[in-house]
């Protein structure tokens, strides 16, 4: 093993590693979702933010190493392994992005739908009625003067 294919062998651990903790921050994430945590769920928002940036900065650093070694032949079996494993990884982060996504879509018309109907109530609670005796909805006191 050259030192360049060890390099990017250890590169290439650590880069699962974040990814692995990416994954159980996803799964934690949907149930603060569905739990409703806010002041957990922006702590975790900061923890992931920062895991995010370590992923992208580790990325910038294996990109290089993974050219050289490609380049010269020598990748190894253990790289080409670690490579499958983060790419695997890799494809449970994006689905469990979408999942918390949708659940974060569906918590939101929830939200709209309880707003709605608290309007409707709202307005059915201030209904007055108009000269001729028609239902008039939220217009209090308009037609009177002093």
Request: hydrophobic share 40%; aromatic share 2%.
């Amino acid at each position: 093993m050259t030192i360049m294919s060890g390099q990017l062998d250890a590169a290439l651990t650590q880069q699962v590693e974040n990814l692995s903790q990416l994954v159980l921050l996803l799964e934690k994430e949907l149930h603060l979702i569905s739990s409703r945590d806010a002041e957990t769920l922006f702590t975790l928002l900061e923890d992931k933010t920062a895991l995010l940036s370590s992923i992208q900065a580790l990325d910038n650093d294996i990109e290089p190493l993974y050219k050289k070694n490609k380049e010269t032949d020598t990748l190894s079996d253990s790289s080409a392994a670690l490579m499958e494993k983060a790419a695997s990884l890799l494809d449970a982060c994006k689905y469990r992005t979408e999942i918390n996504q949708k659940a974060v879509e569906q918590g939101q018309l929830r939200l709209t739908h309880l707003r709605n109907l608290m309007l409707e109530v709202r307005a059915k609670e201030s209904l007055t009625y108009d000269k001729k005796g028609k239902p008039n909805a939220g217009r209090l006191g308009s037609g009177i003067r002093a």
